[in-house]
């Protein structure tokens, strides 16, 4: 079974400080990742992925993530928060093996940019 | 503009009383998938449809039923709503292995 794991539930950053969100994940297979955001009273947003090919990818709002095979993590990181990046951030993943079938997220992460 | 469409936005509704919440895409992806929001436990899928009269259970597809008799469309039906089912609902689609494309969400309270 795949699973993903977001072990903090909050996440403090003051603005213009570099932000991580941490993420690790669990499958069998080779994954597909996905990072998404979601603002109050809103549908969730993609920001990234990694489906293959460089570890470093570059996504929305000036957010990248890193894939680490060998620690199954892919944080995401900002190099200077905004006020304004203040939300819910979940991190999915998909078994390549599994088919259209499963996306697993995570329990999300509660980012708060302090002005 | 490509989007996923839920409707209704907000529902109060009583135990028992059977309702259905719709969900169109209209960018003719194959694949559709609901999924609840509850505060603790993130996002967990209900049910999804890999094509046209083609439905599986997801993680939690207890009490919900789904269909998908057009591409566009896969409705989520609750024939006898309860209270545990009080959640943020959403639809999502995709193609391929691509990102998902979420609705808005629809928050059901059941009384």
């Known amino acids: 079974a795949q699973s993903v794991a977001q072990p903090e539930d909050q996440v403090n950053v003051a603005e213009g400080n570099p932000l991580t969100v941490k993420c690790t994940y669990s499958v069998s297979g080779n994954p597909y990742l996905f990072w998404y955001v979601q603002y109050p009273n809103r549908g969730l947003q993609f920001l990234l992925k990694?489906?293959?090919?460089?570890?470093l990818v570059k996504g929305s709002y000036g957010f990248e993530a890193e894939f680490n095979k060998s620690q199954t993590s892919f944080h995401l990181k900002k190099p200077s928060a905004l006020v304004s990046d203040s939300a819910l951030y979940f991190c999915a993943v998909r078994d390549m093996n599994s088919g259209y079938s499963t996306l697993t997220f995570g329990k999300g992460t509660m980012l708060l940019v302090s002005p | 503009e490509a989007q996923v469409t839920q409707n209704p936005r907000y529902l109060i509704t009583v135990t028992g009383k059977k309702l259905t919440v719709t969900c169109s895409q209209n960018?003719?992806?194959?694949?559709m998938s609901w999924y609840r929001q509850d505060p603790g436990l993130g996002l967990r899928q209900i049910y999804y449809?890999?094509?046209?009269?083609?439905?599986d259970k997801g993680d939690v597809p207890e009490g919900y039923k789904v269909s998908r008799k057009e591409k566009r469309n896969f409705p989520l039906i609750l024939e006898s709503p309860s209270p545990n089912q009080t959640s943020l609902y959403f639809c999502?689609?995709?193609?391929?292995?691509?990102?998902?494309?979420f609705g808005p969400g629809t928050r059901l309270t059941v009384l």
């Open positions: 999502a689609s995709t193609s391929g292995y691509n990102e998902q494309f």
């Open positions: 449809s890999m094509n046209v009269e083609v439905t």
């Open positions: 960018m003719n992806h194959e694949y």
């Open positions: 990694y489906i293959t090919g460089d570890n």
